[in-house]
């Protein structure tokens, strides 16, 4: 069977990033849009991983990670991190996203961010994780960006036991006005959720990140421009709602089971005109009220500021990435090992 675009479903194929990647179309319930799906995107093993992962099974790994806004899976050299760990690694394109996006949906439009437990549970009914297995002997992390870090949050919050680390890169867990705009702005959302939830709200993009990012640019990665558009997707009142709601929910204080690493720039840059500074900082979120909004998730929290990365660590430049991932190492020796 094939969905709409073509992609089988039911069977692993090869993905549009090249050996050794794959993908897996999941098929989830029909909205008010039609057809739904989410992708599953691993990094095949080679049969002497394979072999490998047998007799590592007690202390194996598997690895899910969820992208952001306007996002899509393309970090190859994070899949091949968590591999050289010898861990499982997998990527979810969450509906209406990269892969999953169908020509007659509007992208990443949810009205809860609690509508993703149902591409998060296919996925990780894949992976041996799902809530009908008997608990699996290798270990569950979840690993997040931007708003995805916020979604893994709330997930993992909502279902205890379930995950055994969770890795936050930049999570969205506060408004950028902070908490007193946040509150000023929520019922406006609300209400423009309900009188017209898919209203098209002014676009604040200015295109920075991308400049920041864009090999064609001053950055150097390459990706589907389709799938992460230079200025971002349209937002919409009811999803705009949706993220304030999870927002109030981190402020509030989630209990989050499992070890929690977050991952932030050493500083942010929030302007309407373009410096060199962007090239070197975070110019999404504020990444101190990011690292004040990490406590409140769990018991035990980590947070690791690296200097001169972007709102993505790990699309930072070379030298920072590095940093990066000997924080992340250092984090997965003592929490995972």
Partial sequence: ?????????????????????????????????????????????APIDGIRS??????????????GWSDYFFQTELAQFWHDRGARFHALDLRKYGRSLREHQTPGYVTSLGIYDEDIEAALSVLGHGAADARSSRRLLVMGH????????????????????????????????????????????????????RGQLPN??????????????????????????????????AWLAAVLAGHNRVDAGLSITAPVLTLISARSTLSTAWSPEMLASDIVL???EIAEQSLK????????????????VLLSRPAVRATAYAELGRWASAYLD
């Fill in 1 to 45: 069977m094939a969905d709409a675009d073509g992609a089988p479903r039911n069977r692993w194929v090869p993905d549009v990033l090249g050996e050794p990647f794959e993908q897996l179309t999941l098929s989830l319930n029909d909205d008010f849009e039609g057809e739904v799906v989410a992708t599953l995107v691993r990094r095949r093993e």
């Fill in 54 to 67: 047998l007799f590592a099974a007690d202390r194996g790994w598997d690895v899910l990670y969820l992208h």
């Fill in 146 to 197: 931007s708003t995805g870090g916020l979604t893994a949050s709330l997930w993992a919050d909502r279902h205890p036991g379930r995950v055994d680390a969770l890795v936050l890169n930049s999570p969205w867990l506060e408004f950028q006005a902070g908490a007193i705009g946040r509150r000023a702005i929520a019922p406006l959302a609300n209400i423009g959720a309900r009188i017209d939830p």
């Fill in 204 to 237: 604040v993009d200015l295109g920075f990140y991308t400049r920041a990012v864009s090999r064609a640019m001053e950055g150097e990665w390459e990706y589907n421009t389709e799938w992460r558009p230079a200025r971002g997707f349209p937002a919409h009142p």
């Fill in 286 to 288: 504020v990444v101190d």
């Fill in 297 to 312: 998730l769990a018991p035990t929290v980590t947070v690791a500021r690296i200097d001169g990365a972007l709102h993505d």
